[in-house]
């Protein structure tokens, strides 16, 4: 099981989301981020912090959108990794950055 990124995320600045992941699998291309479906751990972290809720479980993708399940789980050239500093949620968030990785 995984998340779906879908349509909202289109032009998206913050990228809140990939801040949050545990297993920092955010993909990028020009125009949005996607999830790897085989390195989503299904956590749900990154649901809440989506301000344009493009987000979803893939079992609940709006009709309209069913399209980027595969869209998200297709490997293509265009697509590169984001975040890969493996920082846990708990160190991102901790206002004292007492917790380090
Ligand atoms: S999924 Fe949401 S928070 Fe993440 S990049 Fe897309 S719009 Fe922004
Ligand atoms: S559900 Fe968890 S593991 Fe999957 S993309 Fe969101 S934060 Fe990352």
Do not use: Q
Request: net charge negative; charged share 30%.
């Amino acid at each position: 099981m995984t998340m779906v990124v879908t349509e909202p995320c289109k032009g998206c600045k913050d990228k809140a989301c990939l801040k949050v992941c545990p297993t920092d699998c955010f993909y990028e291309d020009g125009d949005m981020v996607y999830i790897h479906p085989d390195e989503c751990i299904d956590c749900g972290a990154c649901v809440p912090e989506c301000p344009v809720e493009a987000i979803f479980h893939e079992d609940n993708v709006p009709e309209p959108w069913l399209h980027y399940i595969e869209l998200n789980a297709k490997p293509r050239r265009s697509v590169r990794p984001l975040n890969r500093s493996r920082h846990t949620p708990c160190a991102v968030r901790c206002v004292t950055h007492v917790r380090k990785m």
